[in-house]
């Protein structure tokens, strides 16, 4: 009769075990999915920096055309026109703080890149004339912030390396 009682308890253990490992990998197969199906950080920053230069151009958001859409854009030659949804001031200073954040998370030379790639996506799009000049501008700014930038990196270092110099011996 023991026998038979430890047996039995045996078989529940290992399927209440196998019960567990079974709920633990669908509980981590759901997280894993639900990441993944997050944009990344860095995703979510070149988008609200794409946000902020669509409403300098006065264009709406690119997220609602489709590629189809894009395509007849192009076989049409129609420059993009579209009205900006107002964005409220709250909406704006929350989306200037999420890049103001990520900015100080990262280094320059990572924002610098998501935005000349966000650049480059919008140049994609048809804009007018003055929609492209602007965006022109502002690249040309964005490339002057980078090499100021670079300038005071290699001033940082030549001191450094000077400093090591003169203040080791």
């Given at each position: 009769?023991?026998?038979?009682?430890?047996?039995l308890s045996h078989q529940f253990q290992a399927r209440k075990q196998a019960q567990q490992k079974d709920q633990y990998q669908e509980g981590y197969k759901q997280e894993v999915l639900e990441v993944m199906?997050?944009?990344?950080?860095?995703?979510?920053?070149?988008?609200?920096?794409?946000?902020?230069?669509?409403?300098?151009?006065?264009?709406?958001?690119?997220?609602?055309?489709?590629?189809?859409?894009?395509?007849?854009?192009?076989?049409?030659?129609?420059?993009?026109?579209?009205?900006?949804?107002?964005?409220?001031?709250?909406?704006?200073?929350?989306?200037?703080?999420?890049?103001?954040?990520?900015?100080?998370?990262?280094?320059?030379?990572?924002?610098?890149?998501?935005?000349?790639?966000?650049?480059?996506?919008?140049?994609?799009?048809?804009?007018?004339?003055?929609?492209?000049?602007?965006?022109?501008?502002?690249?040309?700014?964005?490339?002057?912030?980078?090499?100021?930038?670079?300038?005071?990196?290699?001033?940082?270092?030549?001191?450094?390396?000077?400093?090591?110099?003169?203040?080791?011996?």
């Amino acid at each position: 009769m023991k026998g038979i009682e430890d047996k039995l308890s045996h078989q529940f253990q290992a399927r209440k075990q196998a019960q567990q490992k079974d709920q633990y990998q669908e509980g981590y197969k759901q997280e894993v999915l639900e990441v993944m199906q997050q944009p990344s950080e860095e995703t979510q920053y070149k988008q609200l920096f794409k946000q902020s230069l669509l409403a300098q151009l006065g264009i709406s958001d690119e997220k609602d055309s489709s590629k189809e859409a894009k395509k007849e854009a192009e076989a049409e030659k129609a420059p993009v026109e579209k009205q900006l949804k107002q964005e409220t001031p709250q909406e704006k200073e929350q989306r200037l703080a999420k890049m103001k954040e990520f900015e100080q998370k990262h280094s320059f030379d990572k924002v610098y890149k998501l935005k000349k790639e966000a650049l480059q996506e919008l140049k994609e799009i048809n804009l007018t004339d003055s929609q492209r000049e602007k965006l022109t501008k502002l690249e040309k700014v964005l490339d002057t912030e980078k090499k100021d930038h670079d300038k005071q990196k290699k001033k940082r270092e030549i001191r450094k390396w000077i400093h090591k110099i003169f203040c080791t011996e």
